[in-house]
């Protein structure tokens, strides 16, 4: 036991206490790789969905890991609460509105109607975003601390794979016209259709619960 605190004590160090510690250098990180995401994005070599994808799984891969780095190491700071959330939510919005750029992505296989369908469901996500944080900080200032629930870690997982699916299938479009394409992309929309409804859920979950403090 002593021996692992000794470990501990001495990852703490050599990672820093300090604001610019281990775990907010990955979440800065992240949002620095935002741009770099919509930059190959939109570059047209050959394959360049599938480095844009990379871009987008290595940003993900550092918020994995940011959070539990913080929490296991007593790394946690006021910098890393402010950025993590605004990071997690820009990386997946940029991806999501810049999908969105591409109509073929959604309307491929289903008719020009899913474009549409899909531009709503992003607004969804998007309000969403916008209204639970809003009302964190006003609980906040009520000194009331809103956890993440179930719903909205659901959320997120779904909406991390419709983005990865959804970028296989664009590298795929323009490759070829195989008939696993278009099982791929039906995959991706349908895990875009599971994130946007549990966003509306996790969104009526959290004013549900959590009324009391409009009412304050």
């Given at each position: 036991?002593?021996?692992?605190?000794?470990e501990s004590r001495a990852y703490r160090i050599a990672a820093g206490k300090g604001v610019m510690n281990l775990p907010n250098k990955l979440t800065i990180s992240r949002m620095v790789m935002i741009p770099l995401f919509?930059?190959?994005?939109?570059?047209?070599?050959?394959?360049?969905?599938?480095?844009?994808?990379g871009v987008f799984a290595?940003?993900?891969l550092t918020d994995l890991l940011d959070g539990k780095i913080a929490r296991k190491y007593d790394l946690v700071t006021n910098l890393g609460k402010f950025l993590d959330p605004i990071a997690d939510k820009v990386l997946?919005?940029?991806?999501?509105t810049v999908l969105l750029t591409v109509p073929y992505v959604f309307c491929a296989?289903?008719?020009?109607?899913?474009?549409?369908v899909a531009g709503c469901g992003v607004a969804v996500i998007l309000a969403r975003e916008i209204i639970v944080s809003g009302f964190r900080m006003v609980a906040a200032s009520s000194g009331v601390v809103i956890a993440a629930d179930i719903f909205g870690k659901y959320k997120t997982v779904f909406q991390d794979i419709?983005?990865?699916?959804?970028?296989?299938?664009a590298g795929l479009m323009e490759l070829t016209d195989h008939?696993?394409?278009?099982?791929?992309?039906?995959?991706?929309?349908?895990?875009f259709a599971i994130a946007v409804i549990l966003t509306v859920i996790s969104g009526i979950n959290y004013l549900v619960k959590n009324r009391e403090v409009l009412k304050k």
């Open positions: 036991m002593k021996e692992i605190d000794k919509i930059l190959f994005f939109y570059l047209q070599f050959t394959a360049h969905y599938f480095v844009a994808l290595i940003a993900s997946v919005l940029s991806a999501l296989y289903l008719g020009g109607w899913a474009i549409i419709s983005i990865v699916v959804l970028l296989i299938s008939v696993a394409v278009k099982v791929i992309n039906y995959i991706g929309l349908t895990a």
